[in-house]
Protein backbone atom coordinates (compact mmCIF):
# COMPACT_ATOMS: atom_id res chain seq x y z
CA UNK A 1 0.00 0.00 0.00
CA UNK A 2 1.44 3.50 -0.83
CA UNK A 3 0.85 6.21 1.36
CA UNK A 4 0.92 9.98 -0.06
CA UNK A 5 2.36 12.75 1.75
CA UNK A 6 0.77 13.64 4.77
CA UNK A 7 -0.29 10.12 5.11
CA UNK A 8 2.68 8.64 5.14
CA UNK A 9 4.12 11.63 7.76
CA UNK A 10 1.18 10.44 9.83
CA UNK A 11 2.14 7.17 9.42
CA UNK A 12 5.52 7.13 10.62
CA UNK A 13 5.38 9.90 13.24
CA UNK A 14 3.27 7.73 15.63
CA UNK A 15 5.05 4.73 17.00
CA UNK A 16 3.22 1.46 16.54
CA UNK A 17 1.18 0.64 20.01
CA UNK A 18 2.14 -2.04 22.73
CA UNK A 19 -0.17 -4.94 21.93
CA UNK A 20 -1.16 -5.73 24.56
CA UNK A 21 -2.38 -9.24 24.02
CA UNK A 22 1.56 -10.31 23.12
CA UNK A 23 2.16 -12.06 25.77
CA UNK A 24 -1.05 -14.39 25.13
CA UNK A 25 -0.30 -14.54 21.68
CA UNK A 26 3.01 -15.88 22.32
CA UNK A 27 1.40 -18.19 24.87
CA UNK A 28 -1.10 -19.27 22.12
CA UNK A 29 1.46 -20.01 19.88
CA UNK A 30 3.62 -22.15 21.90
CA UNK A 31 0.26 -23.97 23.02
CA UNK A 32 -2.53 -23.64 21.14
CA UNK A 33 -5.18 -24.50 23.93
CA UNK A 34 -4.18 -20.94 25.46
CA UNK A 35 -5.78 -19.46 22.65
CA UNK A 36 -9.17 -19.70 24.88
CA UNK A 37 -7.61 -16.64 26.62
CA UNK A 38 -7.94 -14.61 23.56
CA UNK A 39 -11.53 -16.12 22.34
CA UNK A 40 -12.77 -15.10 25.85
CA UNK A 41 -11.64 -11.46 25.23
CA UNK A 42 -12.26 -11.29 22.13
CA UNK A 43 -15.44 -13.02 21.61
CA UNK A 44 -18.01 -10.42 22.26
CA UNK A 45 -16.70 -7.59 19.83
CA UNK A 46 -16.31 -9.86 17.30
CA UNK A 47 -19.99 -11.26 17.51
CA UNK A 48 -20.99 -7.60 18.13
CA UNK A 49 -18.93 -6.67 14.75
CA UNK A 50 -20.64 -9.04 13.32
CA UNK A 51 -24.10 -8.72 14.65
CA UNK A 52 -24.20 -5.31 13.77
CA UNK A 53 -22.96 -5.79 10.20
CA UNK A 54 -25.49 -8.88 9.78
CA UNK A 55 -28.53 -8.16 11.95
CA UNK A 56 -28.81 -11.47 12.55
CA UNK A 57 -28.24 -13.29 16.19
CA UNK A 58 -27.53 -16.64 13.51
CA UNK A 59 -25.44 -15.50 10.76
CA UNK A 60 -23.25 -13.30 13.80
CA UNK A 61 -22.57 -16.37 15.60
CA UNK A 62 -21.60 -18.59 12.29
CA UNK A 63 -19.25 -15.51 10.98
CA UNK A 64 -17.57 -15.36 15.00
CA UNK A 65 -17.22 -18.99 14.55
CA UNK A 66 -15.52 -18.75 11.11
CA UNK A 67 -13.48 -15.58 12.85
CA UNK A 68 -11.91 -17.40 15.68
CA UNK A 69 -11.36 -20.47 14.17
CA UNK A 70 -9.65 -19.19 10.97
CA UNK A 71 -7.81 -16.86 13.78
CA UNK A 72 -6.50 -20.16 16.07
CA UNK A 73 -5.28 -21.40 12.45
CA UNK A 74 -3.51 -18.66 11.41
CA UNK A 75 -1.74 -17.74 14.84
CA UNK A 76 1.34 -18.69 13.02
CA UNK A 77 1.20 -16.06 10.44
CA UNK A 78 0.05 -13.29 12.80
CA UNK A 79 3.29 -10.72 12.96
CA UNK A 80 2.60 -7.80 15.06
CA UNK A 81 5.53 -5.77 13.58
CA UNK A 82 4.05 -6.82 10.08
CA UNK A 83 2.24 -4.29 8.10
CA UNK A 84 0.00 -7.00 6.27
CA UNK A 85 -0.47 -8.08 9.74
CA UNK A 86 -1.55 -5.54 11.65
CA UNK A 87 -0.11 -4.34 14.61
CA UNK A 88 -2.05 -5.71 17.19
CA UNK A 89 -3.98 -8.58 17.30
CA UNK A 90 -6.96 -7.07 17.65
CA UNK A 91 -6.46 -5.35 14.39
CA UNK A 92 -5.70 -8.73 12.90
CA UNK A 93 -8.71 -10.24 14.03
CA UNK A 94 -10.79 -7.62 12.84
CA UNK A 95 -9.35 -7.69 9.57
CA UNK A 96 -10.06 -11.41 10.09
CA UNK A 97 -13.79 -10.67 10.69
CA UNK A 98 -13.97 -8.01 7.97
CA UNK A 99 -12.70 -10.87 5.59
CA UNK A 100 -14.96 -13.39 6.80
CA UNK A 101 -18.33 -10.63 6.26
CA UNK A 102 -17.02 -9.83 2.86
CA UNK A 103 -16.64 -13.49 2.03
CA UNK A 104 -20.44 -13.90 3.43
CA UNK A 105 -21.86 -11.00 1.58
CA UNK A 106 -20.30 -12.47 -1.77
CA UNK A 107 -22.40 -15.78 -1.17
CA UNK A 108 -25.20 -13.88 -0.43
CA UNK A 109 -25.50 -11.86 -3.07
CA UNK A 110 -25.10 -15.52 -5.08
CA UNK A 111 -27.68 -17.16 -2.84
CA UNK A 112 -29.53 -14.20 -1.33
CA UNK A 113 -32.04 -14.82 1.41
CA UNK A 114 -34.37 -12.97 3.44
CA UNK A 115 -32.97 -12.10 7.19
CA UNK A 116 -34.50 -11.69 10.42
CA UNK A 117 -33.97 -7.96 12.09
CA UNK A 118 -33.04 -9.28 15.52
CA UNK A 119 -32.44 -6.44 17.42
CA UNK A 120 -36.94 -5.93 17.10
CA UNK A 121 -37.26 -9.91 18.38
CA UNK A 122 -37.32 -9.05 21.74
CA UNK A 123 -37.33 -6.49 24.50
CA UNK A 124 -36.15 -6.45 28.09
CA UNK A 125 -37.40 -4.13 30.56
CA UNK A 126 -39.57 -4.22 33.26
CA UNK A 127 -41.58 -0.91 32.45
CA UNK A 128 -42.89 -1.19 29.29
CA UNK A 129 -43.20 2.22 28.53
CA UNK A 130 -39.91 2.44 29.00
CA UNK A 131 -39.48 -0.04 26.80
CA UNK A 132 -41.52 1.51 23.96
CA UNK A 133 -39.59 5.35 24.34
CA UNK A 134 -36.26 3.05 24.35
CA UNK A 135 -37.27 0.74 21.66
CA UNK A 136 -38.48 3.86 19.48
CA UNK A 137 -34.50 6.06 20.11
CA UNK A 138 -32.97 2.82 19.25
CA UNK A 139 -34.93 1.99 15.93
CA UNK A 140 -34.17 5.97 14.77
CA UNK A 141 -30.92 5.94 15.71
CA UNK A 142 -30.18 2.24 13.54
CA UNK A 143 -31.83 3.25 10.98
CA UNK A 144 -29.95 6.54 10.82
CA UNK A 145 -26.64 4.42 10.48
CA UNK A 146 -28.46 1.67 8.45
CA UNK A 147 -28.30 4.64 5.70
CA UNK A 148 -24.89 5.47 5.96
CA UNK A 149 -22.36 4.22 3.37
CA UNK A 150 -20.95 0.85 4.08
CA UNK A 151 -17.24 2.09 4.98
CA UNK A 152 -18.58 4.89 6.82
CA UNK A 153 -20.69 2.31 8.96
CA UNK A 154 -18.24 0.22 9.68
CA UNK A 155 -15.89 3.09 10.95
CA UNK A 156 -18.62 4.56 13.10
CA UNK A 157 -19.11 1.01 14.17
CA UNK A 158 -15.78 0.22 15.17
CA UNK A 159 -15.15 3.12 16.81
CA UNK A 160 -18.25 3.52 19.00
CA UNK A 161 -18.89 -0.50 19.70
CA UNK A 162 -15.53 -1.86 19.84
CA UNK A 163 -13.86 1.33 21.36
CA UNK A 164 -11.17 1.35 18.66
CA UNK A 165 -9.15 4.39 18.07
CA UNK A 166 -8.54 5.73 14.48
CA UNK A 167 -5.42 4.63 13.50
CA UNK A 168 -6.84 0.83 14.88
CA UNK A 169 -10.02 1.12 12.26
CA UNK A 170 -7.43 2.52 9.66
CA UNK A 171 -5.35 -0.82 10.13
CA UNK A 172 -8.58 -3.06 9.95
CA UNK A 173 -9.96 -1.10 6.78
CA UNK A 174 -6.98 -0.18 4.63
CA UNK A 175 -6.98 3.65 5.19
CA UNK A 176 -5.10 6.08 6.84
CA UNK A 177 -5.75 7.29 10.36
CA UNK A 178 -6.72 10.86 9.02
CA UNK A 179 -9.07 9.30 6.50
CA UNK A 180 -10.69 7.71 9.18
CA UNK A 181 -11.13 10.21 11.36
CA UNK A 182 -13.06 12.31 8.19
CA UNK A 183 -14.89 9.11 7.98
CA UNK A 184 -16.11 9.33 11.63
CA UNK A 185 -16.84 13.00 11.15
CA UNK A 186 -19.17 13.09 8.38
CA UNK A 187 -20.96 9.72 9.23
CA UNK A 188 -21.66 11.48 12.84
CA UNK A 189 -22.45 14.41 11.22
CA UNK A 190 -25.20 12.57 8.88
CA UNK A 191 -26.43 10.68 11.66
CA UNK A 192 -26.98 13.91 13.30
CA UNK A 193 -28.77 15.42 10.76
CA UNK A 194 -31.01 12.58 10.28
CA UNK A 195 -31.98 12.39 14.12
CA UNK A 196 -32.83 15.71 14.00
CA UNK A 197 -35.30 15.55 11.64
CA UNK A 198 -38.74 14.73 12.88
CA UNK A 199 -40.57 12.20 10.75
CA UNK A 200 -37.05 11.01 8.64
CA UNK A 201 -37.27 7.69 9.61
CA UNK A 202 -41.11 7.29 10.00
CA UNK B 1 -15.25 20.20 7.26
CA UNK B 2 -11.56 20.68 7.76
CA UNK B 3 -8.94 18.11 8.81
CA UNK B 4 -8.91 20.00 12.13
CA UNK B 5 -12.65 19.31 12.75
CA UNK B 6 -11.86 15.88 12.40
CA UNK B 7 -9.24 15.79 14.88
CA UNK B 8 -10.93 17.76 17.41
CA UNK B 9 -13.70 15.38 17.16
CA UNK B 10 -11.51 12.21 17.61
CA UNK B 11 -9.75 13.80 20.36
CA UNK B 12 -13.72 14.26 22.19
CA UNK B 13 -14.67 10.80 21.23
CA UNK B 14 -11.19 9.07 22.63
CA UNK B 15 -12.16 11.36 26.17
CA UNK B 16 -15.93 10.29 25.65
CA UNK B 17 -15.34 6.64 25.00
CA UNK B 18 -12.81 6.16 27.39
CA UNK B 19 -15.54 7.26 30.36
CA UNK B 20 -14.22 7.16 33.80
CA UNK B 21 -10.82 5.95 32.66
CA UNK B 22 -9.93 8.90 30.83
CA UNK B 23 -9.61 11.08 34.67
CA UNK B 24 -10.54 14.56 35.64
CA UNK B 25 -7.37 16.03 33.78
CA UNK B 26 -9.08 15.32 30.57
CA UNK B 27 -12.24 17.66 31.46
CA UNK B 28 -10.30 20.61 31.37
CA UNK B 29 -8.52 19.70 28.14
CA UNK B 30 -11.83 18.89 26.63
CA UNK B 31 -12.08 19.85 22.71
CA UNK B 32 -14.46 22.48 21.18
CA UNK B 33 -17.23 20.32 19.48
CA UNK B 34 -20.29 21.23 17.64
CA UNK B 35 -22.84 20.59 19.97
CA UNK B 36 -25.01 18.50 17.36
CA UNK B 37 -21.98 16.22 17.06
CA UNK B 38 -21.26 16.00 20.90
CA UNK B 39 -24.60 15.39 21.96
CA UNK B 40 -25.15 12.54 18.74
CA UNK B 41 -22.09 10.78 20.05
CA UNK B 42 -23.38 11.14 23.66
CA UNK B 43 -26.61 9.19 22.17
CA UNK B 44 -24.57 6.72 20.20
CA UNK B 45 -22.37 5.69 22.87
CA UNK B 46 -25.47 4.92 25.04
CA UNK B 47 -27.49 3.25 22.05
CA UNK B 48 -24.23 1.40 20.06
CA UNK B 49 -24.25 -1.18 23.07
CA UNK B 50 -22.07 -4.23 22.81
CA UNK B 51 -23.92 -7.47 22.13
CA UNK B 52 -22.91 -10.76 23.31
CA UNK B 53 -23.35 -14.06 22.13
CA UNK B 54 -25.15 -16.78 23.97
CA UNK B 55 -23.55 -18.92 27.05
CA UNK B 56 -24.49 -21.89 24.73
CA UNK B 57 -22.73 -20.66 21.57
CA UNK B 58 -19.89 -19.67 23.52
CA UNK B 59 -18.92 -22.37 25.08
CA UNK B 60 -19.86 -24.29 21.99
CA UNK B 61 -17.04 -22.65 20.10
CA UNK B 62 -14.64 -22.84 23.03
CA UNK B 63 -14.90 -26.91 22.61
CA UNK B 64 -14.28 -26.41 18.47
CA UNK B 65 -11.89 -24.30 19.37
CA UNK B 66 -10.04 -26.39 22.17
CA UNK B 67 -10.82 -29.61 19.82
CA UNK B 68 -8.77 -27.52 16.74
CA UNK B 69 -6.11 -26.59 19.33
CA UNK B 70 -5.56 -30.42 20.62
CA UNK B 71 -5.42 -31.62 16.78
CA UNK B 72 -2.67 -28.93 16.59
CA UNK B 73 -1.05 -30.42 19.12
CA UNK B 74 -0.94 -34.05 18.01
CA UNK B 75 0.10 -32.90 14.92
CA UNK B 76 -2.94 -33.82 13.15
CA UNK B 77 -3.40 -32.24 9.39
CA UNK B 78 -5.60 -28.95 10.15
CA UNK B 79 -5.35 -27.44 6.81
CA UNK B 80 -5.47 -23.53 6.93
CA UNK B 81 -7.74 -22.11 5.88
CA UNK B 82 -7.40 -20.64 2.89
CA UNK B 83 -10.20 -20.37 0.89
CA UNK B 84 -12.30 -17.75 3.15
CA UNK B 85 -15.51 -20.13 2.62
CA UNK B 86 -17.27 -21.04 5.13
CA UNK B 87 -17.88 -24.23 3.58
CA UNK B 88 -13.93 -25.36 4.93
CA UNK B 89 -15.09 -25.20 8.06
CA UNK B 90 -17.92 -27.11 7.57
CA UNK B 91 -15.81 -29.85 6.23
CA UNK B 92 -13.55 -29.46 9.60
CA UNK B 93 -16.99 -30.42 11.47
CA UNK B 94 -17.93 -26.54 12.32
CA UNK B 95 -21.30 -24.78 11.20
CA UNK B 96 -20.35 -22.46 9.01
CA UNK B 97 -22.21 -20.06 7.38
CA UNK B 98 -24.10 -23.26 5.25
CA UNK B 99 -25.49 -24.15 8.74
CA UNK B 100 -27.85 -21.87 8.89
CA UNK B 101 -30.64 -23.09 7.62
CA UNK B 102 -30.03 -26.34 8.88
CA UNK B 103 -29.60 -25.69 12.66
CA UNK B 104 -32.57 -25.24 15.01
CA UNK B 105 -33.31 -22.32 17.50
CA UNK B 106 -30.95 -21.85 20.38
CA UNK B 107 -32.42 -20.31 23.66
CA UNK B 108 -29.97 -18.13 24.57
CA UNK B 109 -29.03 -18.30 27.70
CA UNK B 110 -27.15 -16.74 31.03
CA UNK B 111 -23.31 -15.38 29.84
CA UNK B 112 -20.28 -17.41 31.43
CA UNK B 113 -18.79 -14.62 34.44
CA UNK B 114 -15.76 -15.16 32.58
CA UNK B 115 -16.32 -13.66 29.01
CA UNK B 116 -18.56 -10.91 31.16
CA UNK B 117 -15.32 -9.90 33.22
CA UNK B 118 -13.59 -10.15 29.59
CA UNK B 119 -15.94 -8.36 27.57
CA UNK B 120 -17.73 -5.86 30.05
CA UNK B 121 -14.54 -3.02 30.25
CA UNK B 122 -16.79 -1.53 32.97
CA UNK B 123 -18.88 0.93 31.01
CA UNK B 124 -20.13 -0.21 28.09
CA UNK B 125 -23.60 -1.48 27.50
CA UNK B 126 -23.53 -5.09 27.09
CA UNK B 127 -26.53 -7.33 25.66
CA UNK B 128 -27.07 -11.09 25.87
CA UNK B 129 -28.18 -12.58 22.28
CA UNK B 130 -29.56 -9.55 21.12
CA UNK B 131 -31.85 -8.54 24.04
CA UNK B 132 -32.71 -4.58 24.34
CA UNK B 133 -31.17 -3.23 26.92
CA UNK B 134 -31.54 0.37 27.26
CA UNK B 135 -32.17 1.71 30.62
CA UNK B 136 -31.88 -1.86 32.88
CA UNK B 137 -29.71 -1.07 35.35
CA UNK B 138 -27.35 -3.93 36.14
CA UNK B 139 -30.21 -6.50 36.55
CA UNK B 140 -31.02 -9.69 35.13
CA UNK B 141 -34.47 -9.70 33.12
CA UNK B 142 -36.38 -12.24 32.99
CA UNK B 143 -37.96 -12.45 29.37
CA UNK B 144 -40.78 -15.15 29.14
CA UNK B 145 -41.23 -16.86 26.43
CA UNK B 146 -37.63 -15.66 25.02
CA UNK B 147 -35.46 -16.58 27.32
CA UNK B 148 -33.13 -14.25 26.89
CA UNK B 149 -31.10 -11.90 29.45
CA UNK B 150 -29.89 -8.67 29.58
CA UNK B 151 -28.21 -6.66 31.77
CA UNK B 152 -26.75 -3.32 31.65
CA UNK B 153 -24.42 -1.75 33.99
CA UNK B 154 -25.35 1.82 35.34
CA UNK B 155 -23.44 4.61 33.28
CA UNK B 156 -22.92 7.90 35.37
CA UNK B 157 -23.11 10.60 32.76
CA UNK B 158 -19.57 12.65 32.88
CA UNK B 159 -19.38 15.95 33.18
CA UNK B 160 -18.86 16.55 29.31
CA UNK B 161 -22.07 14.76 28.91
CA UNK B 162 -24.06 16.89 31.40
CA UNK B 163 -22.75 19.98 29.98
CA UNK B 164 -24.51 18.69 26.36
Redesign the interface.
Known sequence: MFLKGRERDEATARPLPLDADRSAVEAARRDPRRFEALYRKYVAQVYSFAFYETRDHHAAEDLTEVVFLRALRSLHTFDERGVESGSTFRVWLFRIARNALANERRRERRHPQATLDAAHDVAATDDPAAAVVARDEADRAWRAIERLPEERRRALLLRFVDEMSAREIGEVLGRSEGAVRVLIHRALRAVASDLSEPGRDR | ?S?E???Q??SY??RL?AGPDAGPAALDALPAVEV??A???V???T???????SFR??ER??R???E???A??RGSV????RS???VA?AA?G????R???A?RVVT?GLSSP??QG????GH?G?LL????????IASG?S?AG?G???WRRARTLHRWERLI
Open positions: MDDAILDLDLALSTARLRELVRFHPFELARLLVAEQLVEPDGEPLAGVGAGIARRRSAADDRLGGAIASGVVLALVA
